[in-house]
């Protein structure tokens, strides 16, 4: 894509220190390039201010503005629109995260719409199944406010905003402590002439401890607090009956938040940059010119930067060597692993593991994408747990309802848990799991020649034998069931019987290590309306 609108990326910092590092890179770290971080100093009483000038130093597109005085998130936010010079702002909080092509997804979608106004999906990592977007689409009329959400989840960062847009309706923030952003945002989309909506383009609300929403108070400014919350709520009101916006049935509202709104996660905080643990990411490539960049940026742009990204070239014959190689070029901690002839996916992840040199292991697909953090979720967890595995959270896009959320962050000790909590005999995805190498090794475990269904006969064995798996509700892998995938690919009558004889071989297996160790699978029926009410 071409960079010649700029994106003025406002970032108020108060205070930020633990979490600022990360939140910086994931914006510097963009596959679009024309941005301008202004980054505003709110009287930080840490080493926030430390962190930015040296960032400075090293990214020319990183403005600094300090406010004369402690001012809060809204004036701070006004405060970096004034200094903005871009054709299009964002607004990023200092202690969350966004994927690789954020900006680039944003920017697409507004300049192939003519919208003021793109938003993206957001993962709350509380309340996972509030967060995503369903699919892409351009939103007219009332559909502005009622399919954006922006009554219930109008977080000011969800928008890329055209700023001739913004300055033409003379917006800011007002000055509340709590909902500032929905009271704007409001108006923002009723105003806009259409809105794009951008499945693919993530943003990471990450729930952190001592945040504005989350920190304790004394009394005296827990009732400046509420004060200010019935303040935002009046505004509130006031819009939706100026401009005769018709609010959703109560009943309607309260049943559809007991079904996505009541499930929530809790996890664990991650210290980052503390480990130096090497990873291998084995990545089987085969014909995935149209994915495969978007993988690799995806793991390339991690919080976590020790990685061994191991590309086995499975003979493919589309460009797909090409961009691996190229990418290779840019990132020596790419290597290639080149098959002599077409192996097919267990051959090449068991080829990878024997090129891997980390300490950890992962499979990753070469359509799908991480969460930025991904892999500092995971190892900060098993190095923690002293668990052989750790297990991450899976948003399945085409067919969410078999995502897997985790409810807390958790060490399974017990063999039962282990294999009911992992979902393992149900959905058995070898990328849902860290492996330690050793472990891997000592068991002389490998994926059997049975594509499809060649994870879950070795999965089901790892989760058995390790000492601990610890679940990270936090670290999400986005499964994108592409189209021309193996599972969605056309195949001659031949290829369609060996899959149906790779089935039945590897539910043998499978099966009968179950039996022998006395375990005991969940009813499918049971535990898909538990995962639908849950």
Not at 74 to 79: F, L
Not at 81 to 91: E, K, L, M, T, V
Not at 293 to 317: G, K, W
Request: proline share 4%.
């Amino acid at each position: 894509m071409r960079d010649g609108e700029k994106i003025s990326v406002i970032i108020p910092i108060y205070n930020a220190a633990e979490y600022l590092l990360p939140t910086l890179n994931a914006v510097r770290f963009q596959t679009y390039h024309n941005l301008e971080i202004i980054c505003v100093l709110d009287c930080p009483t840490d080493s926030s201010g430390k962190i930015v000038k040296d960032f400075a130093r090293e990214d020319g597109r990183i403005r600094i503005i300090f406010n004369p005085k402690n001012s809060g998130p809204a004036e701070t936010r006004n405060n970096g629109i004034r200094n903005a010079s871009g054709d299009y702002i964002h607004f990023m909080d200092s202690d969350d995260l966004i994927n690789h092509d954020f900006y680039e997804t944003l920017l697409n979608a507004a300049i192939k719409t003519g919208a003021d106004v793109s938003a993206c999906s957001v993962f709350n990592e509380k309340k996972p199944k509030q967060s995503i977007f369903a699919k892409d689409e351009v939103l007219l009329g009332d559909d502005k406010i009622h399919k954006s959400e922006v009554l219930y989840r109008g977080w000011a960062w969800r928008y890329l905003i055209k700023k001739s847009f913004w300055d033409e309706h003379n917006f800011s923030f007002p000055n509340f402590s709590l909902m500032e952003d929905i009271v704007v945002s409001i108006s923002l989309l009723h105003c806009a002439n259409k809105v794009a909506v951008c499945m693919d383009a993530v943003y990471f609300y990450k729930n952190r401890e001592n945040s504005v929403v989350t920190r304790k108070r004394d009394n005296a400014e827990q009732e400046k607090w509420r004060q200010n919350v019935r303040e935002a709520k009046f505004a509130m009101k006031e819009l939706i009956k100026r401009y005769k916006i018709k609010q959703p049935n109560k009943e309607f509202l309260w049943l559809e938040e007991r079904i996505r709104g009541k499930f929530t996660c809790a996890n664990n905080p991650v210290e980052y940059g503390k480990l130096a643990k090497k990873i291998s990411v084995i990545m089987p490539v085969y014909n995935v010119e149209k994915y495969l960049l978007c993988a690799l940026n995806s793991v390339r742009f991690q919080t976590y930067q020790h990685l061994e990204i191991i590309c086995v070239l499975d003979c493919p014959t589309d460009n797909s060597a090409a961009i691996a190689t190229e990418i290779a070029a840019l990132d020596r901690r790419v290597k290639l692993v080149h098959h002599p002839s077409n192996k097919g996916l267990p051959a090449a992840r068991n080829s990878g593991v024997e090129h891997a040199t980390g300490e950890y292991i992962h499979f990753m697909d070469s359509d799908d994408w991480l969460s930025p953090d991904f892999y500092e979720i995971l190892i900060s967890a098993a190095e923690k747990s002293h668990a052989n595995i750790a297990a991450c959270s899976v948003y399945y896009e085409k067919k969410p309802w078999r995502s897997i959320w985790f409810r807390k962050s958790e060490v399974l000790r017990d063999t039962h848990d282990k294999m009911e909590k992992t979902e393992i005999t149900i959905q058995g995805w070898a990328w849902k799991y860290l492996i330690k190498k050793n472990f891997w090794d000592e068991h002389k475990f490998s994926f059997p020649n049975l594509v499809p269904m060649e994870d879950k006969p070795v999965m089901i064995r790892m989760i058995y034998y390790a000492n601990a798996v610890v679940l990270c509700p936090a670290a999400l892998y986005f499964y994108k069931n592409r189209e021309n995938s193996i599972l969605n690919n056309n195949h001659d009558p031949i290829r369609e019987k060996q899959r149906r004889e790779n089935r039945h071989k590897a539910r043998a297996i499978y099966k009968e290590f179950m039996k022998r160790n006395k375990i005991k699978p969940p009813g499918k029926l049971q535990y898909y309306l538990k995962k639908l009410i849950a």
